[in-house]
């Protein structure tokens, strides 16, 4: 569903990518892992085609994100670190103009958000402006914006930050379910375990270079550690 062949990006002279391949499958949650400025919000940035290689191409379900970006963009869902909603639209309006935009039924949107809104907890608040949501309210209406859409994969960056423990466990839930219906996640995360529990495979990103990619055992076997917690220490040394 995802291929990236021979990525490369470069700020000036600052290599953030560094030659990175890897492909995900259709169905499969992909973690990916890395210290702070290893290069994953990069990447997720060119996969979304919102920021563009210096080097190699991006192909999402057979269509070539940088050539056919309108086309590609359909079939992607992006949440990005920081949830970007804007603040005076209430959360009802949002979503109805997320479901304008991708030219979802309304019938069928307005069913949508009601669904969301409430496996949200965010019912009551469907009314009330965007820009007094904290931040945890303003990532769950993206996330809402996102499944309503039903894409084909979707792109998370620390999805979890500021999300509380029974949305963490909506979340995971939300994320499993979407893959049975054939979604791929690619997923950036700090949270090894949670990587641990529902990824079928993660990569190491160390300083723009994949270090490791593999299902977890794989990983720790690679160093002979019992945590993928360990593993990562080592390769991020
Ligand atoms: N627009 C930019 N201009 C210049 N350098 C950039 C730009 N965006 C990112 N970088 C640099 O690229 C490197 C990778 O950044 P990136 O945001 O991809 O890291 P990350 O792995 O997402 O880190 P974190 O875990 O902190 O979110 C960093 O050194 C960062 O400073
Ligand atoms: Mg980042």
Redo the contacts with the bound molecule.
């Keep these: 569903m995802i291929e990236i062949k021979n990525l490369v990006k470069k700020?000036d002279s600052?290599t953030?990518v560094n030659n990175l391949n890897l492909t995900v499958d259709s169905g499969e949650i992909f973690g990916f892992l890395?210290?702070?400025?290893?290069?994953?919000?990069?990447?997720v940035k060119m996969i979304a085609g919102i920021m563009f290689p210096t080097l190699g191409e991006i192909i999402v379900d057979g269509i070539n994100v940088s050539k056919n970006p309108y086309e590609a963009k359909k079939k992607i869902a992006y949440i990005p670190?920081e949830p970007f909603v804007y603040p005076n639209l209430t959360a009802r309006e949002f979503l109805r103009l997320i479901a304008d935009i991708y030219e979802i039924d309304r019938k069928q949107a307005d069913k949508s958000i009601e669904e969301y809104l409430s496996k949200f907890e965010l019912l009551d608040r469907a009314d009330k402006l965007l820009g007094s949501f904290s931040h945890g309210m303003k990532q769950k209406v993206m996330v809402a914006g996102v499944l309503m859409r039903n894409p084909k994969v979707i792109l998370f960056d620390?999805p979890t930050v500021g999300l509380d423990p029974k949305s963490v466990k909506n979340f995971k839930e939300m994320i499993v379910s979407q893959t049975k219906k054939g979604v791929s996640v690619f997923m950036?995360t700090?949270i090894l375990e949670m990587a641990e529990k529902i990824c079928g495979r993660v990569g190491i990103?160390y300083e723009g270079k994949m270090v490791s990619c593999g299902p977890v055992e794989e990983i720790l076997r690679v160093k002979n550690k019992n945590s993928l917690e360990d593993a990562f220490l080592e390769f991020t040394k």
Excluded: M, R, V
């Excluded at 890395?34 to 990447?43: I, L, Y």
């Design positions: 700020f600052f953030a890395g210290p702070n400025g290893a290069g994953k919000t990069t990447t670190d620390e950036c700090h990103i």
